[in-house]
């Protein structure tokens, strides 16, 4: 058995950033215009009526520069990142490696200090790397188009749900159409955007086998079928098998069908958009592609569409003329406008850019066939804990995923798997309980990637196996973690309460008052 | 790459990979495929460029592309219009490249802690900013968060049309239009020509008891500072409509910020707030409101709240009314929330901690003096009007080169050689102002650069004179 960390995370006990202010104190000073430019315009300020001058400063710390940084570090301190960690737990999040070489790509001043507005020929390497990606994104899918512009998932997905509105307005339909299909095991956003795209939204629940019910789906189409946006695998990782049966059902009756290939690792080279009979699909480059997440952001959700939909993609695409320069096309006459200012989120692009060429077309299905042999490895061993199950599909293998149930051991002894999940990060380990709603009881979802080795992956089910044997025999010393985190457990009345809830500091000081002697001096 | 073992590949062991099958019961990775129909198969092969494990080979292959770039650093830039060049403090890149901030994700409170003060603080150190009681998690953009803005107020009054300021930039103009169809019918106010302020007798006509909104930027794309936000204020409140300002956040050391007029929900982008262009990958927007439920209960986004844990004295963190997000209710959540911008968050955070109330006072002060030494510079030239509008600017001014005979086209062309990006040209999208380009003026333009571009400039024109 793998050994399992007698960890601790740092504690600082950091105050509040406020807290640190010295008046007088600065952080960084700013250059003040030049004399001759003083002696001519004034303090530049007084153009402005009196009512429109800020008079008093905004109240802000005043901390000089080193006490600014070290508070900061003490809290990037206080943040498991991928890179501390055997980051599996994060399921359908693909917490992968983010190579390093590639950070100096997107450090690079030919890369952060480009202007989005600037003459096209000044940008050439930009506009190449965007092309480039394109292009790869289209074998790796089998779809005609890509645009990189949608600044994460959910934007990409929100791109999708306009391109269908669009292409049936286009046909005339867009009135008798308002309805998306999704399944409750797709990401949350595939429904809501479709929501904030006018559509009521029909979900399909799963069968016996955890699979989308494809019964339900045939009731469920008609004349008023816009499209499906779905998932597959699932958060279930269980491939959906029929997968082409339900974008032919959804394309009988006139629909669209939109793939939703966040995470599409145990899938790269082995089966595709195009096969599946999909017209569009979206790549998370911050997943797959393994540009790194950032605490949520900035990222990418790469969107393809085939010959037909690349009319609508958002504007401009890069393309090459035949000098072989790279110019931004403005002119697709169907466009549904644009998703994100400018031209996306252009170190993800590069970042995504630099790790396909270093893996290759074999690399990525290697890539994809490693993220699948662990997935089953740790399954093999997950299935062993006391307590832990994999429902659905007994015995059958998974792709890049599973969602487990903690279900027995909470039977058992009463311990959720939010009181797990707080247990895991004593030591040093994630555990995340899914996305709602909770379908499958008391859940959580492990995606191992290809990053890690097989000495951590059984590193990581030690630590699930250590805290499944504490919660059976002391399970008040898992109820009450964290014990060796940052913080102890948190008073969560404090958010959902509109007399307690404090999303600023100076609201916490008008409904807490000041942290006297009750709080840290 | 034939036999070699890929360094992100760890598994690719041959021993390794062998005693995994084992455990798992399979003789073959591909029998792990077994629920994938064959007819779905890929069996083809991914045209892709032959790789380049070695990581020299990608340096050198990745480098020799991103060189044909011609940076703001080697020229002297002018262009602005949603993007700017501000000083990035080395602080802020110190931060936000930390593995441990740049490699976390979605953990929990408990895990990642740091995340999560980290990004209240950024929350409550623009709230100081703006004046305002609480700032979200940052959304994509100033766009989407205009649009959601807008949504926010629509849901508020339970009204369908938004009245939108026609001095918008059309690249946000654009990502609004398609955030908010079908459900907001977007209704445009026209600005005045001499002023470039919003027209009131436009909004006066158009205002009425079906407008949920009325949303101008301040400064406007164009850069006049609109001086009367309490007047379009009043107008809207008057017809039970929300006021909805997009600012520059880089301007509120010195200039009011919108709720001091009357502004119920503010937006805007914190790209100069310590966050370098990245071709535009470096906007990220905010929205903040008043601290009331029926405001709070609107928002699509994490909002990251403080509370105490069992320990006294100890500070915890977590999401704030997590049930109206689209995470906790699907499509019966609030628009939709997922991975957006934050680490442009952590580091605006870092970025306001580190200039406080002074610096930003400075700033402010600093922006003003160069932007108007350059429009009293170019307005000597022949034939130009700098600045088109009789406004107060903060950083951005509309150049208008008609009189000169040039196109913006050919004086770019010609700054161009002499390694300046001229501003952005207008003439496609805002026909009206003629051959105009809008200039942006920060505190990195020295007065030195900002003579070196009149000087240019006035070269260009003469020449076009013999």
């Known amino acids: 058995m793998a050994k399992v960390r007698n960890f601790h995370q740092a504690r600082w006990e950091e105050p509040v950033i406020f807290e640190l202010s010295q008046p007088g104190e600065r952080g960084i000073l700013v250059p003040e215009a030049e004399k001759a430019i003083e002696e001519r315009v004034g303090d530049g300020v007084s153009v402005l009526p009196e009512k429109m001058i800020r008079r008093e400063p905004p109240a802000l710390p005043e901390i000089s520069q080193m006490r600014v940084l070290k508070h900061y570090l003490r809290l990037s301190q206080a943040t498991l990142g991928a890179d501390f960690n055997v980051d599996v737990g994060q399921g359908t999040c693909t917490m992968k490696y983010s190579p390093k070489v590639n950070e100096e790509f997107a450090r690079s001043p030919k890369s952060v200090c480009i202007h989005p507005l600037q003459d096209e020929q000044t940008v050439q390497g930009a506009l190449e790397i965007i092309h480039s990606l394109d292009l790869f994104l289209r074998e790796i899918s089998g779809l005609d188009r890509f645009s990189l512009q949608p600044g994460g998932g959910s934007a990409a997905a929100l791109a999708m749900a306009s391109i269908i509105r669009a292409f049936h307005e286009q046909s005339g339909e867009g009135d008798q159409r308002d309805e998306i299909i999704t399944t409750i095991f797709s990401h949350p956003s595939d429904a809501a955007v479709a929501a904030v795209k006018g559509f009521k939204v029909v979900t399909i629940h799963q069968n016996e086998e955890g699979l989308p019910d494809i019964d339900q789906l045939r009731k469920s189409v008609s004349e008023r079928t816009a499209g499906l946006i779905i998932t597959n695998p699932e958060d279930t990782g269980i491939f959906n098998s029929q997968i082409a049966r339900f974008t032919e059902i959804v394309h009988s009756v006139g629909g669209l069908c939109g793939y939703d290939q966040a995470n599409a690792n145990g899938l790269l080279g082995i089966t595709r958009a195009s096969e599946a009979g999909f017209d569009m699909c979206y790549f998370n480059l911050h997943k797959t592609f393994s540009s790194p997440h950032g605490c949520g952001g900035p990222a990418c959700g790469a969107l393809g569409a085939t010959e037909e939909l690349a009319a609508f993609l958002p504007v401009p695409v890069v393309e090459r003329d035949v000098n072989g320069d790279y110019y931004l096309n403005y002119d697709l006459p169907n466009t549904i406008g644009k998703i994100r200012s400018f031209h996306g989120v252009f170190p993800a692009i590069l970042r995504a850019y630099a790790w396909i060429m270093s893996l290759g077309a074999e690399g990525l299905r290697e890539c994809a066939r490693l993220a699948v042999l662990n997935n089953n490895y740790v399954l093999a061993k997950v299935s062993q804990i006391r307590g832990a199950t994999a429902p659905y599909a007994e015995g059958r293998h998974r792709i890049e995923q599973v969602r487990y149930s903690w279900e027995e051991l909470y039977h058992d002894t009463g311990v959720t798997t939010e009181d797990i999940a707080r247990r895991m990060s004593d030591y040093g380990f994630h555990l995340w309980q899914s996305h709602h709603p909770f379908i499958v009881p008391q859940p959580f979802t492990i995606e191992p990637t290809e990053s890690y080795s097989r000495d951590e992956l059984d590193e990581y089910v030690a630590g699930l196996a250590r805290v499944a044997r504490e919660a059976y025999d002391s399970p008040d010393l898992v109820k009450s973690a964290p014990h060796r985190s940052v913080v102890h457990r948190i008073n969560e009345d404090w958010f959902d309460e509109p007399g307690k809830w404090a999303v600023t500091w100076r609201a916490y000081l008008k409904k807490h008052g000041a942290p006297g002697s009750g709080g840290r001096q | ?466």
């Not at chain 2, 041959?14 to 077994?34: A, F, H, Q």
């Not at chain 2, 790789?51 to 262009?79: G, M, Q, W, Y």
């Not at chain 2, 953990?107 to 623009?126: C, T």
């Not at chain 2, 003579?451 to 004179?465: G, M, N, P, Q, T």
């Open chain 2, 1 to 466: 790459m034939r036999g070699k073992v890929h360094p992100y590949l760890p598994n690719s062991v041959p021993d390794v990979k062998r005693s995994m099958c084992e455990t798992i019961g399979i003789s073959d990775v591909d029998e792990l495929y077994e629920d994938i129909p064959q007819e779905l198969r890929f069996r083809g092969d991914m045209n892709l460029p032959d790789p380049l494990p070695a990581e020299p080979d990608l340096r050198r292959h990745v480098n020799s592309i991103l060189s044909k770039n011609c940076t703001c650093e080697e020229n002297i830039s002018f262009l602005g219009g949603g993007c700017a060049r501000h000083y990035v403090p080395a602080i802020c890149d110190e931060i936000n490249q930390r593995s441990e901030f740049l490699t976390a994700y979605a953990g929990e409170p408990y895990a990642d802690h740091g995340r999560f003060q980290a990004l209240f603080e950024y929350q409550s150190l623009m709230a100081e900013l703006l004046d305002v009681d609480v700032v979200n998690v940052p959304t994509y953009d100033w766009a989407q968060a205009a649009a959601t803005s807008l949504r926010m107020a629509a849901r508020i009054t339970g009204r369908e049309e938004v009245l939108v300021s026609d001095a918008v930039s059309p690249d946000r103009r654009w990502v609004m239009e398609n955030y908010c169809t079908p459900q907001l019918a977007i209704v445009p106010v026209a600005h005045c020509s001499c002023t470039g302020m919003m027209d009131l007798d436009d909004l006066a006509s158009k205002i009425s008891a079906k407008t949920a909104a009325v949303y101008f930027e301040n400064p406007s794309y164009l850069g006049p500072v609109e001086t009367e936000g309490d007047g379009i204020a009043e107008i809207a409140h008057k017809a039970g409509a929300l006021s909805v300002v997009g600012v520059d956040p880089v301007s509120l050391g010195v200039i009011a910020p919108p709720s001091h007029y009357g502004c119920d929900i503010v937006c805007g982008d914190i790209q100069g707030l310590g966050i370098h262009m990245h071709f535009g990958g470096g906007l990220a927007g905010f929205v903040g409101t008043r601290d009331e439920e029926r405001f709070v209960m609107e928002y699509p986004s994490r909002l990251f709240g403080i509370a105490r844990t069992c320990v006294e004295g100890e500070w915890g963190f977590g999401d704030v009314a997590y049930s109206r997000t689209s995470f906790a209710q699907r499509e019966e959540g609030k628009e939709f929330v997922g991975t957006h911008s934050a680490l442009w968050g952590i580091t605006a955070g870092v970025y306001l901690a580190l200039m406080g109330p002074r610096g930003m006072q400075d700033l402010g002060r600093t922006i003003m003096q160069r932007s108007q030494y350059a429009m009293e510079r170019l307005s000597e030239l022949p034939g130009v009007t700098a600045p088109k509008f009789d406004a107060p600017h903060f950083k951005e001014f509309v150049v208008d080169f008609t009189r000169t005979g040039l196109t913006v086209e050919e004086m770019n062309k010609f700054l161009l050689g002499r390694g300046i990006f001229g501003g952005h040209d207008l003439s496609r999208c805002f026909p009206e102002l003629g051959q105009s380009a809008l200039y942006c003026i920060t505190e990195m333009h020295s007065k030195d650069e900002i003579d070196v571009l009149a000087d240019a400039l006035c070269e260009c024109i003469s020449r076009e004179a013999k």
